[in-house]
């Protein structure tokens, strides 16, 4: 479904992705695990193509980002991290609008399956400006399904939260995983080991490692988190393999 041949991304003369290689197969979940500033926004950015890549080749859904970006973006769902919602208008009329810009049929139909499904029926005609983070984030969710996309992609989604509402949102994500194809970056390993198949571990623009997920990783801490500098040190917790010339 997802093919990344040599992505690079540069801003001026820094190289902030660097020959990005990795394909995702339809139905898995993968995680893009690294610290803060490791270049995951960035290649979502770019996988959602809001973003062309400086070199290298990507393929989504059998189209290639440079020549049919348009058709990547009506297919897949995105959920930026710190999303702007429209904050004047009302969840219900927020989510119609959505559906409305990618031709949904049956629209209103969609919509309130989706209010349902996120438990926002008592908010529905609640502006957004006016909720709490919490459920900011579910209608951000919301808005990134509500077309039916076939890949879902979510930057951060639990950034910013508080323990309980990460907790919560975490029952609206885990369905999501079964719907679609996900791909997910996070530098908090307990969203990894909630979700993902499969973690690719980035630092410093590079996919430094990977790993299949086939049993819980509870060796370390649950809000263990990826920092800048201590990528080896985690890795070697989690039993990831670093690539000997990212060391």
């Known amino acids: 479904m997802i093919e990344i041949e040599n992505i690079t991304k540069h801003f001026g003369n820094k190289a902030v992705i660097q020959n990005v290689n990795f394909k995702v197969e339809q139905g898995e979940t993968v995680g893009l695990f690294g610290p803060s500033g490791a270049g995951k926004t960035t290649l979502i950015r770019v996988l959602t193509a809001y973003m062309f890549p ?12 440079l020549s049919h970006s348009h058709e990547i973006r009506r297919r897949v769902g995105y959920l930026p991290q710190g999303i702007s919602l429209y904050g004047d208008m009302t969840v219900a009329n927020y989510l119609t609008f959505v559906a409305r810009l990618h031709r949904v049929s049956d629209r209103h139909r969609r919509v309130d399956q989706v209010i349902e499904e996120f ?4 908010q529905a005609k609640t502006l957004i400006g006016k909720l709490p983070p919490e459920l900011h984030r579910r209608v951000g969710l919301a808005q990134a399904v509500v077309f039916n996309p076939e890949i879902l992609i979510l930057d951060q989604p639990t950034a910013g939260l508080a323990p309980d509402q990460t907790v919560e949102i975490y029952q609206y994500i885990k369905p999501l995983t079964h719907q679609f194809t996900v791909i997910l970056s996070t530098h908090t390993w307990c969203d990894v080991e909630q979700f993902c198949d499969r973690v690719l571990m980035m630092d410093k623009g590079r996919i430094v490692g990977e790993k299949r997920l086939t049993v819980p990783q509870r060796r370390v801490e649950p809000r263990k988190v ?17 690539n000997p010339i990212f060391r």
């Open 54 to 65: 400086s070199s290298g080749k990507l393929t989504i859904l059998g189209y290639n980002i």
């Open 119 to 122: 438990q926002l029926t008592s």
């Open 226 to 242: 990826a920092e800048p500098g201590a990528i080896s040190i985690l890795a070697e917790a989690l039993s990831i393999s670093i």
